[in-house]
């Protein structure tokens, strides 16, 4: 499994971002995906998760009620979008894809994108 992860940039305090992350090989092989994030000097931290019919969703505190997680599976890929965005917020952004949706009770799935950069100016 590929993942490739789009969207990242620099945007001013209270403002949007939408990441994108395509899957390619393998994946009838993945049952969930999620987005996490790791800022400078601290540990990689999980954003938030989806089942692969996206029906289930979870997030960290810390998003809840500005970011919004989902998927198109037609196209095999996954968005997160961001509002309200804060300077806490600035970190590299990674995408992550599991064979189970426990996985993001844990360490999170095997597949990993390369990480795209989101940088919040206050």
């Known amino acids: 499994v590929q993942l ?5 940039g620099l ?3 209270g ?24 800022a400078p000097g601290k ?8 089942t692969s019919d996206g029906r ?3 997030y960290a505190d810390s998003v809840k009620g500005r970011f919004t997680i989902s998927r198109d599976n ?18 590299v ?3 992550n894809a599991a064979r189970r949706y426990d996985d993001y009770d844990r ?3 095997a597949y990993w994108g390369q990480g795209t950069q989101v940088t919040v100016s206050s």
């Open 4 to 8: 490739v992860e789009s969207g990242g």
């Open 93 to 95: 952004y990674y995408c």
């Open 56 to 58: 289930t969703t979870n």
């Open 15 to 38: 403002g949007s971002l939408r990441l994108s992350c395509a899957a390619s090989g393998s994946t009838f092989s993945i049952n969930a995906m999620g987005w996490y994030r790791q």
């Open 107 to 109: 360490v999170g799935g």
């Open 74 to 91: 037609a196209k095999n890929t996954m968005y997160l979008q961001m509002n309200s965005l804060k300077p806490e917020d600035t970190a």
């Open 11 to 13: 945007v001013q305090a």
């Open 43 to 50: 540990r990689r931290e999980l954003v938030a998760a989806i």
